[in-house]
Structures are given as structure tokens and as C-alpha cells.
């Protein structure tokens, strides 16, 4: 299995543009999650989808962020307009029903907003 | 409200065992879990408490006592590789809360 699969991997722009992360859950996982990942706040759980809908979006900082699932294998997560305190490495991660004790991470992507 | 505490850094000799604390103000969750998360990498899942006591999976056993909010990961024969980043998480269902992170260094 291929994993889950993030990118860009690196994604370097400057305050105000759209930033637009994508990812890819393991084939056959039902949740999907996206955390960010900053040395103050540690590890944030922003947004999850179980089966494509949206479930807890709590985590979401502000109305600059936004997450969609429109299939199975496929999620974004957009900020617009990006601002330098969005800089962090956001991780996707996805589970299966039944396995909720165990999430696989992607790679991550590693964002600076300059 | 919610929050686990974690010593910022642990450091310990190859072949050592080192104990990773995690201390938590939270309850009504289903179990604790660890991760393992080396520098510029993702974090990887390590061992699962769903039950009060302890839990073995190799090198690594986790430990879980709801009656005094306290759980800890042993880590045995500790290798050059173990140097990585450790972290608890609380389990709500699906919504997982993850600790401050301990920092693991082991020195030859």
C-alpha cells in the first residue's frame, strides 16, 4: 500500500495568496484527518471526514480555512488568504472504522507564508 | 477543559530504558495511544491503552491508570534509532488529542 499521500510537500508563498494542500487517505480508510503541526501549539487536530462528510471542524482556526472530501480518495485543505502565522506542517491522516486506535500519517507539507 | 502534559525532553544512554510520562486532564475517552515521530517525519503509531494496565508490543509497552490520569511509554534496549520525538494522545471516539510531546535523546 502506497500510504497516504500529501502534497505539495514543500509550499512556500506569500501573505494573502491561496494556499491549497491536497491528500490522499489509504485506499479503503473511511476517516480522514488534518492536523497542523507548529512548535507552540503541537499537534492540532483541525478537521475530520468519515465518509466524505465533514464530522468535527472545531478545530478549524477561522474562516480562512476551509476543508472539502468531494470522493473517497481525495481531500483539500485551503487558506485564503494565507497569513504567517498559517505557517506550520500540516499533516493528512486517514483510519478505518473499527481501527480507530491507530491513524496513518502522510508526509506531511511543510508551509511558510512569508 | 483538556490537556496532557508531557516532560519537553528525556535523554538516556544506548541500551538504557527510559520511561516517557504523560499526565492528563481530560476524561470520558477511550483509550491513550503513543507515537513515535523522528525529526522532518510523520508521526507513527507505536501501542494502545484501552484498558487500565499494561500493554507490550516488543521494545515498547504502554501503560494506562485512569484512576490517577497517568499513562507512560517504556521503551527497553534503547537503540540510536529511538531518538525521536514522543507522543501521547487521548481517543474520543475518533477525535484524538494529542500531548505536548517528549523529545528523546539517547547518546551512544
Known amino acids: 500500500d502506497a500510504g497516504v499521500i500529501q502534497s505539495p510537500r514543500h509550499e512556500v508563498t506569500e501573505m494573502g495568496q491561496e494556499v491549497t494542500l491536497r491528500c490522499k487517505p489509504i485506499?479503503?480508510?473511511?476517516?480522514l484527518f488534518w492536523y497542523r503541526q507548529t512548535m507552540m501549539r503541537g499537534l492540532e487536530l483541525l478537521i475530520y471526514?468519515?465518509?466524505?462528510?465533514?464530522?468535527?471542524d472545531s478545530g478549524m482556526p477561522e474562516d480562512r480555512f476551509s476543508a472539502k472530501m468531494p470522493n473517497a480518495s481525495f481531500s483539500t485543505l485551503k487558506i485564503q488568504p494565507s497569513e504567517p502565522r498559517d505557517s506550520a506542517v500540516y499533516f493528512c491522516?486517514?483510519?478505518?472504522?473499527?481501527?480507530?486506535?491507530?491513524?496513518?500519517f502522510g508526509p506531511g507539507t511543510r508551509l511558510l507564508v512569508l | 477543559g483538556q490537556s496532557l502534559e508531557q516532560p519537553s525532553e528525556v535523554t538516556a544512554v544506548e541500551g538504557a530504558i527510559v520511561q516517557i510520562n504523560c499526565t492528563y486532564q481530560t476524561s470520558g475517552f477511550y483509550g491513550l495511544s503513543w507515537y513515535q515521530q523522528h525529526d522532518g517525519g510523520a508521526p507513527t503509531f507505536l501501542s494502545y491503552?484501552?484498558?487500565?494496565g499494561l500493554e507490550e508490543t516488543g521494545r515498547f509497552s504502554s501503560f494506562l491508570s485512569r484512576s490517577d490520569s497517568y499513562g507512560y511509554l517504556l521503551l527497553q534496549e534503547l537503540q540510536m534509532k529511538d531518538s525521536a520525538s514522543y507522543f501521547c494522545?487521548?481517543?474520543?471516539?475518533?477525535?484524538?488529542?494529542f500531548g505536548t510531546g517528549t523529545r528523546l535523546k539517547v547518546l551512544a
Open positions: 485506499s479503503g480508510h473511511d476517516y
Open positions: 471526514f468519515n465518509n466524505n462528510v465533514p464530522i468535527d
Open positions: 494522545a487521548v481517543q474520543r471516539a475518533y477525535k484524538y488529542i
Open positions: 491522516a486517514s483510519t478505518l472504522t473499527g481501527e480507530e486506535e491507530t491513524q496513518y
Open positions: 491503552n484501552a484498558l487500565d
